[in-house]
């Protein structure tokens, strides 16, 4: 019987890319979004993996959704805790609730959705838990606290998480993304994006959704068991930890 794989933010971007690749690779998928109703019924229509809907911010509405697919399709063995938004503002200007909004998805939402599913990965004494996190959450950025503050904050939860689901055969694990070429970093300005991030980027391009996804699909599997609070980069050798 295939493993199944939730994956937040399932639907779109990275997310979509992460989805479809874990379905080529054998395992049943169920793909997590947010508001999109549109974009999801053309990613199930296009792939045939089931969208389900819920806010990462409502801890309630998680469990309730986590549930659900595994009604649906049996125990959730791997997580992806990829959903994210942004509200870019520097720190100055930026309002609490600006601040609140990308904790709540970015941060909170990795909590709350490993959560209810790590009891049963500890029953089963088997579990995948990687969380996409950032470049920004290694290095910071302008105009970004709240989110590199996130993203920063995912990496230490995946690090003390590991060590306490080591003995029970859960591998808790980070990637950290550079810029991907998805359709909210194809929205910069293209003038930005040529003469001031590619430059920046040693590869000299940006990185394509289904590289990270690639990633994901190698920590998921067997190869990787005795890989756990590691943080993969993935960004075009751009930064260094």
């Not at 909004?101 to 970015?106: A, K, L, R």
């Not at 920063?152 to 080591?166: R, V």
């Not at 930005?192 to 590619?198: A, D, F, G, M, T």
Request: hydrophobic fraction near 40%.
């Amino acid at each position: 019987m295939a493993r199944v794989a939730l994956v937040t933010g399932g639907t779109r971007g990275i997310g979509a890319a992460i989805s479809v690749a874990l379905k080529e690779a054998g395992y049943s998928v169920a793909a997590n979004y947010a508001g999109n109703d549109e974009a999801a019924a053309a990613f199930t229509e296009e792939t045939g993996i089931k969208a389900y809907k819920w806010s990462v911010a409502d801890y309630d509405a998680c469990k309730e959704g986590a549930a659900q697919v595994e009604a649906d399709l049996g125990p959730v063995e791997v997580l992806v805790n990829n959903a994210g938004i942004t509200r870019d503002a520097m720190f100055h200007r930026m309002t609490p609730e600006q601040w609140r909004e990308v904790i709540d998805t970015n941060l909170n939402g990795v909590f709350n959705m490993t959560h209810p599913v790590w009891p049963g990965m500890r029953e089963r004494k088997f579990g995948r838990v990687i969380t996409i996190s950032s470049i920004n959450g290694q290095k910071g950025q302008a105009g970004q606290a709240n989110y590199s503050a996130a993203k920063s904050g995912d990496l230490g939860f995946t690090k003390a998480l590991a060590q306490e689901g080591a003995r029970a055969g859960i591998t808790v694990n980070a990637i950290c993304p550079g810029y991907i070429a998805t359709e909210m970093v194809k929205k910069i300005d293209e003038k930005v994006l040529n003469e001031k991030i590619i430059p920046q980027i040693p590869v000299g391009r940006l990185g394509e959704p289904e590289e990270i996804a690639r990633c994901v699909v190698f920590l998921a599997s067997d190869d990787a068991g005795f890989i756990s609070g590691s943080t993969l980069s993935a960004n075009g050798a751009q930064f260094f930890v």
